[in-house]
């Protein structure tokens, strides 16, 4: 058996919408709010193919991948995505930094197109009062605020993001994670800050013509089941890694990162990760011996 990912006694931190998965489902609205995780992680292979997702090659060079386990309709992953924006902004090598989104649905079973808000499904969900879960959407609202982020939670809908990851899985194969980090920011915002309908096709269709995709390619995924199997093969990775909460942010296979971590948590994660991605050489025998020099003098 594998050795568990999350360390005994070690749950999420407050800022990680618990997942819920039909593989392993999971019940714990209110993780311990003190639990900073960054935590070695084993690799998983990860079911991959150059025609279906470009994506998901390994990078070439020296370069820094991140891959973030995260749905449109978590607030969490907005807040997440910001504070890792931050920590890159003052990150001196941050051109040799690539950002990954991986797909997870909070709530496959969700409605295709959402009608009711999510508030009740919320309290519903984790047996509170309505007033108690509106008053947990505030906070989480003043939150975001700190982040630069106008919230509209209590105006949000409950809905289905099946389609919306794949148009992200489209936007990272046709346009590699510069255009999917852009569709990423427009599907956030939309959901969060405009209170649409990120499983109405409409909503998508006009997100991601913003952003820079083809029409036609777009129409064609909307009107198909196209990237269907790419967003099962993170959700099942998500799994495999013992996800608990997202946002999860996994750099280079080696180091996990659960929740909206402060700034700071990122800025470490960061230098450790360039530090291993150039171990230095010890030079064990040299000093007198003779060499050509750089200039080509011998």
């Not at 019940?27 to 025609?51: K, L, S, W, Y």
């Not at 309290?123 to 509209?152: H, V």
């Not at 994660?269 to 991605?277: I, K, M, N, P």
Request: charged fraction near 25%; include cysteine.
């Amino acid at each position: 058996m594998a050795p568990s990912l999350v360390p005994r006694g070690v749950r999420p931190h407050r800022g990680a919408s618990p997942i819920r998965s039909p593989a392993r489902p999971r019940d714990d609205p209110e993780p311990d709010p003190e639990a900073t995780c960054i935590r070695r992680v084993r690799t998983v292979a990860q079911p991959c193919t150059e025609a279906r997702n470009a994506g998901c090659r390994p990078p070439v060079g020296r370069v820094v991948r991140i891959e973030i386990w995260s749905d449109v309709v978590c607030p969490w992953c907005f807040v997440g995505k910001r504070r890792l924006e931050r920590a890159l902004a003052a990150f001196e090598h941050a051109d040799r930094v690539e950002v990954v989104y991986r797909s997870f649905q909070l709530d496959p079973s969700a409605p295709q197109h959402g009608h009711e808000l999510t508030t009740p499904v919320l309290a519903r969900k984790y047996g509170r009062s309505e007033d108690e879960m509106r008053q947990m959407q505030l906070q989480l609202t003043s939150l975001a605020a700190e982040e630069g982020l106008a919230f509209r939670l209590l105006e949000t809908v409950h809905t289905r993001t099946i389609d919306a990851h794949r148009l992200l899985h489209l936007a990272l194969a046709e346009g590699g994670p510069s255009l999917q980090a852009t569709l990423k920011e427009a599907l956030l915002s939309a959901y969060f800050e405009d209170a649409q309908d990120v499983g109405d096709h409409e909503v998508l269709r006009r997100e991601a013509l913003s952003a820079g995709l083809d029409p036609e390619r777009v129409d064609e995924v909307l009107a198909s089941q196209e990237y269907a199997e790419a967003v099962a093969a993170d959700v099942d990775a998500a799994v495999d890694l013992g996800v608990g909460g997202v946002p999860f942010f996994v750099v280079d296979r080696r180091y996990a990162v659960s929740g909206a971590q402060p700034t700071d948590v990122f800025e470490r994660v960061l230098a450790q990760a360039w530090e291993d991605s150039r171990p230095s050489i010890e030079v064990v025998a040299g000093g007198d011996a003779e060499v050509c020099g750089i200039d080509g003098a011998c």
